[in-house]
T-cell receptor, first 112, second 114 residues
Framework: GENVEQHPSTLSVQEGDSAVIKCTYSDSASNYFPWYKQELGKRPQLIIDIRSNVGEKKDQRIAVTLNKTAKHFSLHITETQPEDSAVYFCAASRPGANNLFFGTGTRLTVIP | DSGVTQTPKHLITATGQRVTLRCSPRSGDLSVYWYQQSLDQGLQFLIQYYNGEERAKGNILERFSAQQFPDLHSELNLSSLELGDSALYFC?????????????FGQGTRLTVV
């Protein structure tokens, strides 16, 4: 099955700096890569996703890049704010898959 | 609000007991997924149902079982509970059987086994 690895497990940045979280996947057939944000004690929520037919997608301060050849994708958050502090999970799925394979999560702390 | 409803929000029970967690998916979603999140851990996929039928199984223990009813709500049954079963249990729903689209998560049920 798919194996998704995520790094780093924890990340601290100063407010206003950028944060980058990286994930690798093992199944070359995977074609959908969402990112979820989970605030303390709350449910995971989708913040951005990318499909394998594009290499980059942006939404305001958030961007995701995908390298299909290397089988890795990354989340980029620019101009970080304290409210960006949360656990971020990457995930991958393949066509016809019945579930998302999640990475182990990155706890991001934005220091004011 | 994601539209996915989970009850109860909190549950405290003793070892050896049995509990049932309930999930109502978003209106129109046929797929329900169950995930377990232990303290400071990632999301572990347990099981998926689509329109009443089991479609995929993950690392679900034999002591755990689930079902999806004709009205599409789902229940996760946990029996012979152990301390290590303490976790946050999420259900998620999506409109398609292949979760190649956004999954909407409920608020979770926090289970504490004492």
């Amino acid at each position: 099955g798919e194996n998704v690895e995520q790094h780093p497990s924890t990340l601290s940045v100063q407010e206003g700096d950028s944060a980058v979280i990286k994930c690798t996947y093992s199944d070359s057939a995977s074609n959908y890569f969402p990112w979820y944000k989970q605030e303390l004690g709350k449910r995971p929520q989708l913040i951005i996703d990318i499909r394998s037919n594009v290499g980059e997608k942006k939404d305001q301060r958030i961007a995701v890049t995908l390298n299909k050849t290397a089988k890795h994708f990354s989340l980029h958050i620019t101009e970080t704010q304290p409210e960006d502090s949360a656990v971020y999970f990457c995930a991958a799925s393949r066509p016809g898959a019945n579930n998302l394979f999640f990475g182990t999560g990155t706890r991001l702390t934005v220091i004011p | 609000d994601s539209g996915v409803t989970q009850t109860p929000k909190h549950l405290i029970t003793a070892t050896g007991q049995r509990v049932t967690l309930r999930c109502s998916p978003r209106s129109g979603d046929l797929s329900v997924y169950w995930y377990q999140q232990s303290l400071d851990q990632g999301l572990q996929f347990l099981i998926q149902y689509y329109n009443g039928e089991e479609r995929a199984k993950g690392n679900i223990l034999e002591r755990f079982s689930a079902q999806q009813f004709p009205d599409l709500h789902s229940e996760l049954n946990l029996s012979s509970l152990e301390l290590g079963d303490s976790a946050l249990y999420f259900c998620a729903s999506s409109v398609e059987t292949a979760i190649n689209t956004e999954a909407f998560f409920g608020q979770g049920t926090r289970l504490t086994v004492v």
